[in-house]
């Protein structure tokens, strides 16, 4: 029988193996153990598509119920609001029921949300109102709730209502935390709405590449924990093609194994062929879905960094380049730069931070 494929290039699923992140988990994890005031307890994570944003927040999310919390987990969309209800009600009944619930003993399910409908019902209140009953119910039985919002849109009235309400569970010393994760750009966009500025003071990450030598441990673990192995030339070519980004290592892992076939070893064949299935997966699904997004003056500034060959470019040369003031290069770069397009390794100079961006505008704007 062959061996299930242990490598999840799936939008938002826990891979086997999590790579990187060590720091910045623990300190999200010492953050709930706490239950207290610690400025992590509310975080925003932002980064380009692909560097694992989303399975962040299923992580941190599924680590939370060994210190005492319940997660509700949504996506910025309408409906935001009754969801977070929903899976707070919803993941508060699942948790009582398990005799291993840290902080609960013998209580049961009729005793604890026998009048959840109250948390549903419009007419009973409004939002917060009802929010608050909820929370109340909570922390009799020293409950937190950790609320994670995935895909933040600024342009959603939902989204900044729910901001400006959470402030409030702060001030009251509710047993909270809010996990919120987004593209830069859109981010950024929703710390400037006046209603949100409660988030301004949120903990701030920004996720980049993960390290190499996280990736390729990450890739020879998942691989030996499905009872395989691979060589040490294949783990070169997967590390290399990975380029530091989550979703990108995944689909390099899950490609590679499916060309494995019935072998106990991955080699460099087998690598080397994930790679190129991987490279054109990765150029439909997270880089010709970035550049659909981008402007005409973006792609213009992208367009002069080409001949740069993947060197850094300097902003001087990219102003001249575009016919443009640097002032007027500027604009741009700070966009770019914003979406996790590209990135600034030195003053006064730009590089591609996406990776296989390059390589397809080359092909497309060449």
């Not at 153990?33 to 941190?60: I, M, Q, W």
């Not at 969801?83 to 009600?89: F, K, L, N, P, Q």
């Not at 991987?278 to 960094?305: H, P, W, Y």
């Not at 770019?336 to 497309?364: C, D, H, K, N």
């Amino acid at each position: 029988m062959r061996a299930e494929n242990p490598f999840t290039p799936t939008f938002g699923k826990m891979p086997a193996v999590l790579a990187g992140r060590k720091r910045l988990v623990q300190e999200l994890e010492s953050a709930l153990e706490s239950h207290g005031s610690d400025p992590n307890l509310c975080s925003l994570f932002t980064g380009a598509r692909g560097v694992g944003k989303t399975v962040l927040l299923t992580y941190l999310a599924s680590r939370a119920e060994t210190s005492g919390w319940i997660s509700a987990n949504v996506t910025a969309r309408p409906g935001m609001l009754e969801d977070v209800i929903e899976r707070a009600t919803e993941a508060a009944d699942a948790f009582v029921e398990r005799p291993s619930g840290r902080r609960l003993t013998s209580v049961s399910v009729p005793k604890l949300f026998g009048m959840s409908w109250e948390y549903r019902d419009p007419t009973s209140g409004n939002w917060r109102t009802r929010m608050n009953r909820l929370l109340d119910v909570l922390a009799e039985h020293k409950i937190g709730l950790l609320i994670t919002v995935d895909e933040v849109d600024p342009g959603l009235d939902e989204l900044v209502d729910f901001a400006a309400a959470f402030q409030h569970f702060v001030r009251e010393d509710r047993d909270v935390a809010l996990f919120m994760a987004g593209l830069p750009s859109q981010v950024s966009a929703l710390l400037s709405d006046k209603s949100a500025s409660f988030l301004r003071r949120a903990a701030q990450h920004q996720l980049g590449r993960i390290d190499d030598h996280d990736v390729r441990d990450a890739f020879r673990e998942t691989v030996e924990e499905a009872g395989r192995s691979i060589d040490d030339e294949a783990l070169d070519i997967a590390v290399e093609a990975a380029d530091g980004f989550a979703y990108m290592m995944q689909l390099v892992g899950f490609r590679s194994w499916a060309a494995m076939g019935d072998a106990e070893c991955m080699t460099a064949e087998h690598a080397g062929r994930g790679v190129e299935l991987a490279r054109s997966d990765f150029i439909n699904g997270v880089v010709k879905k970035t550049c659909q997004e981008l402007s005409d003056g973006d792609l213009a500034f992208l367009e002069a960094m080409l001949a740069d060959d993947g060197a850094p470019s300097a902003m001087s040369d990219v102003a001249a380049r575009m016919g443009k003031s640097p002032n007027y290069a500027r604009v741009y770069r700070t966009r770019l730069v914003e979406q996790g397009v590209i990135s600034a390794p030195r003053r006064g100079y730009v590089t591609f931070e996406m990776p296989l961006l390059r390589e397809y505008l080359a092909g497309e704007l060449g």
